[in-house]
């Protein structure tokens, strides 16, 4: 054993941050073609897919959307069958909560987590190329149901006794339990990633007082994920179980208990809710300064605040289930519960007004987008004080008000600060700045499309209109707000559409970006844009919060090393620190490409496609090629330090 | 200006022990697996609150197999922190590889009393809610021992050929986080479906 293979002291030097350096590029960066396709690691690649990805579902879900809008825009329209509507919600449902809204988070996070935190990738590269590749085939395993007619149709959460065989004998249920199970494993295994990275791959001096806020957000959406992520799982397990091996979990006949599902789903769905939105609550309070000119007012209330609501959240369940004949004494808890979750958020809210109002703002596309989103923060987040007060919540349940509610929060929670976001980052992501003229159009046809849209939804779910239903009678005093409803959608799809535009044009002709061309306080912004495959020539070492602000802020005489720090080229490397105080603690030994991630996505897929035709034998390879990758996987390697070296070397 | 934290140091490379980051992963997935059996008893405590009459069904379930299965599987346990602590660590690779066999024995030793047990119960997994609770529990526990006893085989074939001295076995750590889980989660699963009923 000689000791240079056990240990090494990492060379410190100094590089210009400007330069493109040829011998880590020649380590880091994927190989063009196909093999480059399936087989990349880069977390910015991956991100950038996961984006992607999500937006082609968003626009799938939003398509779906706008039919369902024709049908109602009218009372007694027959453009869409009940059964084709049932479908279409349900589809509309689970493509926007799961396959958009977590989705496209998470791809934020995948591509901004190492350049805000001074890495060269993730803990588990590889790891984060199979969230990816089980995120895509589950959705592709979902839609493949569309086209045969046979998509889930009880809604996108699938109430039993409704969606168990007796009532619901096609495979399309199945398609939803199985695909959720399916995606789940992508949103775990994801977590994982992101709560080791912040473990072990922060820069030095990247203590957690320093955190981006997004990173806040990010963690806890990982341990919410983690926590709750199982009970959703499990619930498809137990209703698959019913409604194909024979048990009795929710068959009332037997004295099971279609509440199980609920209890279960939602333990799950109000934390998924906070793990789809305060990622994207950390996009604003990071983005947002930077067109305020000054850094985020109340740092630690906000980053506190973020956990607080995570916790809160996993306490307050049941107000989904107020409307089920609950107990007077856990109706009164869970509603108590759920009005605390106001304080947190009023915490960011005041942060994020104070630091508008103190600030100097710029008003930018971007800005647009993320200060508009507070304005919609507080509309979801009344009308969600309402619906957590029981008497309320039983005149408003299963009406256009919770429908209302849920968009309020969805879009205005999670689009705007997105496209927010992606104006903001695009300059990182492409080396190029996205048209400011269309993106004011952009920015007013969605705000004043979705207000138009949405709000008066409020109204007619006050009037007593049902959610989920595919049409109404007329003379009920409906029609003329639904048609506004309606023509408010298709106003917003045109202001998404105009996104989509100048996206595409911004790419090929939109101005080029230098490394900072917000001026903006993190890390991400001392690298060239778009981001080198390696990330950061040295590995830095941050002595504050503002890392590109100091010398303006001038807050303490102690600076940040950009240009001089670990150099770490003895293949891919990159720099683990200690968990509390970000101190030097080992070398990383990163792996490269592989084709492991996209083979054990395929054997998953099919053990799941397996089950969905019944058929033995597809199951039966699935399983035993999905332990095989696993196995190939995990191989200790020697060249990632993961085994002996051999005795005579 | 002072050189925050850049110093000219050794360390370690690759993965070491609890430095590496298989490490920190395999606790995310004990976090995230102990969720799912806490879900799966809050099902079985919810279904039993609401079961009228026959709970457990066939009466309390009998210790005779279970009890000394449980015994079976923190002996197996035990076995492979001998297997690290005084084989790995140490270098002593009869240790090693001796204490990974006996636990990797006694884990398929559990495996197989636990299917006896089940082929003893008077009642099957379409035998109303505690038939299938039952049946699912079990079978989710026992579903993690086979990938433990896979996890077992694989560390295994690695200390066979060699892969493991007293610096590097970071796999061996890893894994056996894995093992203990999975015993710590039967002692739950048992005093939950077996010692709990007795308790009225």
């Known amino acids: 054993m000689n000791s240079s293979e056990l240990g090494q002291a990492p060379r410190i030097m100094s590089a210009s941050e400007s330069v493109i350096d040829l011998k880590l590029k020649a380590i880091w960066e994927t190989r063009p073609g196909i093999r480059g396709v399936l087989c990349s690691v880069d977390h910015k690649r991956i991100g950038i897919r996961y984006i992607v990805t999500a937006f082609v579902f968003l626009f799938m879900g939003g398509i779906e959307a706008l039919i369902m809008r024709l049908q109602l825009s009218h009372s007694d329209l027959k453009i869409l069958s009940p059964e084709a509507y049932d479908q279409l919600f349900t589809m509309h449902g689970f493509t926007m909560i799961f396959l958009y809204a977590g989705p496209v988070l998470s791809g934020f996070s995948n591509y901004l987590w190492p350049l805000l935190l001074g890495s060269r990738d993730m803990a588990f590269p590889r790891l984060n190329a199979l969230s990816y590749w089980i995120f895509l085939l589950a959705g592709i395993f979902l839609y493949a149901s569309f086209p045969l007619g046979l998509a889930p149709n009880a809604g996108w959460f699938n109430y039993p006794p409704y969606s168990s065989i007796s009532y619901n004998p096609g495979p399309n249920i199945d398609f939803y339990l199985l695909g959720l199970i399916f995606l789940g494993i992508s949103t775990t295994v994801g977590s994982a ?168 703002p710029v008003l930018t596309t971007a800005f647009l987008f993320l200060s508009s989103f507070i304005v919609l923060f507080v509309i979801g987040g009344v009308s969600g004080v309402m619906t957590g007060a029981v008497p309320l919540d039983w005149q408003l349940t299963d009406t256009y008000f919770v429908v209302a509610h849920l968009h309020y929060v969805l879009i205005g929670i999670n689009v705007f600060p997105v496209i927010g976001g992606i104006y903001y980052w695009f300059p990182k992501m492409t080396g190029r700045l996205m048209g400011e003229r269309l993106g004011r159009w952009n920015f007013w046809t969605m705000f004043i499309g979705f207000n138009l849209g949405f709000f008066p939804m409020h109204i007619v779910g006050l009037m007593g209109m049902p959610r989920r239903i595919y049409t109404y009678a007329p003379g009920l005093g409906w029609d003329t707000i639904n048609l506004i409803t309606t023509v408010g959608s298709f106003v917003f799809a045109v202001g998404i559409g105009l996104f989509l535009v100048n996206l595409l044009v911004s790419l090929r002709r939109g101005r080029p970006a230098g490394a900072n061309p917000w001026d903006a306080p993190t890390l991400e912004w001392s690298v ?120 005579h070397v | 200006m002072s050189e925050l934290g850049v110093r000219d140091q050794s360390l370690p490379v690759g993965s070491f022990g609890r430095k590496s980051s298989g490490w920190y992963g395999v606790w995310t997935l004990v976090l995230t697996e102990s969720a799912i059996f806490v879900y799966l008893l809050f099902s079985y405590f919810y279904l039993a609150s609401q079961a009228n009459g026959d709970w457990p069904l066939g009466g309390i379930p009998s210790l005779k197999l279970a009890a000394p299965n449980s015994i079976i599987l923190l002996l197996s346990s035990a076995a492979l922190l001998w297997a690290e602590r005084s084989g790995a660590r140490r270098g002593q690779r009869l240790r090693l590889l001796g204490g990974i066999t006996i636990a990797l024995v006694l884990g398929i030793v559990f495996a197989v009393v636990q299917l006896r047990e089940w082929q003893t119960k008077v009642f099957s997994i379409h035998s109303g809610t505690y038939g299938s609770i039952y049946f699912v529990v079990t079978g989710f526990h026992l579903a993690h021992v086979v990938v433990g006893l896979l996890v077992l085989l694989a560390l295994l074939v690695w200390a066979v050929l060699g892969y493991f001295d007293r610096e590097r076995h970071a796999p061996l750590t890893i894994g056996a986080i894995y093992w203990h889980f999975v015993d710590v989660v039967w002692l739950i699963v048992f005093a939950s479906l077996y010692l709990a009923p007795r308790l009225r």
């Open chain 1, 193 to 360: 990633n992101f709560l080791v990275s912040l473990l072990r791959t922060r820069a030095p001096g990247m203590s957690i007082n320093r955190l981006p806020i997004l990173v806040w957000g990010t963690l806890t959406a990982s341990i919410g994920n983690l926590l709750a992520v199982p009970a959703v799982s499990l619930a498809c397990v137990l209703l698959f179980m019913d409604r194909q091996f024979g048990t009795h979990f929710f068959d009332v006949e037997q004295h099971g208990q279609p509440l199980l599902w609920q209890h279960l789903f939602w333990m799950f769905g109000h934390p998924w809710v906070y793990a789809i939105v305060l990622p994207a609550l950390g996009i604003v309070s990071d983005a947002l300064p930077t067109f305020c000119r000054r850094p985020l007012v109340g740092y630690t209330p906000v980053a506190l605040a973020t956990v607080a609501t995570m916790i809160v959240g996993f306490g307050v369940w049941l107000h989904h289930m107020f409307a089920t004949g609950m107990p007077m004494l856990s109706l009164a808890f869970f509603s108590a519960a759920s009005l605390v979750i106001t304080i947190p958020s009023a915490v960011s809210t005041f942060a994020w007004i104070a630091t508008i109002w103190t600030g100097k």
């Open chain 1, 528 to 647: 060239p844009s778009p981001a080198p495959a390696y990330n950061f020539v040295v590995i830095p070492v941050v002595a504050s919060r503002h890392p590109l602000w100091e010398d303006r802020l001038n807050e303490s005489p102690e600076r940040s090393s950009l240009s001089r720090g670990y150099r770490l080229v003895q293949g891919r490397e990159t720099l683990a620190t200690t968990v509390l105080d970000a101190q030097p603690d080992l070398i990383l030994k990163m792996p490269g490409d592989s084709y492991a991630p996209v083979v054990l996505a395929l054997a998953l897929s099919m053990l799941f496609v397996g089950l969905i035709l019944h058929s033995l034998w597809c199951t039966g390879i699935g399983v035993a090629a999905t332990a095989l990758a696993v196995l190939v996987w995990l191989w200790p390697q020697r060249r990632l330090g993961q085994r002996a070296e051999p005795a």
